[in-house]
T-cell receptor
Framework: KQEVTQIPAALSVPEGENLVLNCSFT??????LQWFRQDPGKGLTSLLL?????REQTSGRLNASLDKSSGRSTLYIAASQPGDSATYLC???????????FGKGTRLSVIA | EAGVAQSPRYKIIEKRQSVAFWCNPI?????LYWYQQILGQGPKLLIQ????????DSQLPKDRFSAERLKGVDSTLKIQPAKLEDSAVYLC????????????FGSGTRLTVV
């Protein structure tokens, strides 16, 4: 059974810092991995999608890497801003049409 | 393109009452999911539809939860009777299917059972 773990559970940083969020999964047979952002009381916004054949994806200040063999992904946020404060969720898909398996998320606070 | 629409946004009910949630996926998305997200946890799958057929409902508490997807488009999720532990955010998501480029989630319905 696939399990996804995210470390740390919560993180507080001053504005401007670069930071890394970690995600690990127990079964390396994945189709893709997706990072989401969730603001309090809101739904999920997709940030980055990495297919199993890819090593990384970038969007603006965000960079996500995938090491399928070791069951790890990292989300790198450069020059953090207070607007980045949210919960970040990592999810893996065992195949292209199967439900996502989520971690519990990392709650990020960026202090001005 | 329009996103995944869900309603209502919030609902407060007493235990043992019934409640229904509605989801309209992105046009053309064949696969629809309902997830339950309890506070402080990641979303957990309740049911997956492919067009109007159920693919996976193994984690749906069938004694109280039911879901349908009429004509392979809109979907409703019902809880009857509700329990206190059903308090959660109910998220609907859709995707194009096996060659999916990812999932799109709705804003969710926050249910509070008192």
């Amino acid at each position: 059974k696939q399990e996804v773990t995210q470390i740390p559970a919560a993180l507080s940083v001053p504005e401007g810092e670069n930071l890394v969020l970690n995600c690990s999964f127990t079964d390396s047979a994945i189709y893709n991995l997706q990072w989401f952002r969730q603001d309090p009381g809101k739904g999920l916004t997709s940030l980055l999608l990495i297919q199993s054949s890819q090593r990384e994806q970038t969007s603006g200040r965000l960079n996500a890497s995938l090491d399928k063999s070791s069951g790890r992904s990292t989300l790198y946020i450069a020059a953090s801003q207070p607007g980045d404060s949210a919960t970040y969720l990592c999810a893996v898909s065992p195949s292209g049409n199967t439900p996502l398996v989520f971690g519990k998320g990392t709650r990020l606070s960026v202090i001005a | 393109e329009a996103g995944v629409a869900q309603s209502p946004r919030y609902k407060i009910i007493e235990k043992r009452q019934s409640v229904a949630f509605w989801c309209n996926p992105i046009s053309g998305h064949a696969t629809l999911y309902w997830y339950q997200q309890i506070l402080g946890q990641g979303p957990k799958l309740l049911i997956q539809f492919q067009n109007n057929g159920v693919v996976d409902d193994s984690q749906l508490p069938k004694d109280r939860f039911s879901a349908e997807r009429l004509k392979g488009v809109d979907s409703t999720l019902k809880i009857q009777p509700a329990k206190l532990e059903d308090s959660a955010v109910y998220l609907c998501a859709s995707s194009t299917g096996p060659t999916s480029r990812g999932y799109t989630f709705g804003s969710g319905t926050r249910l509070t059972v008192v």
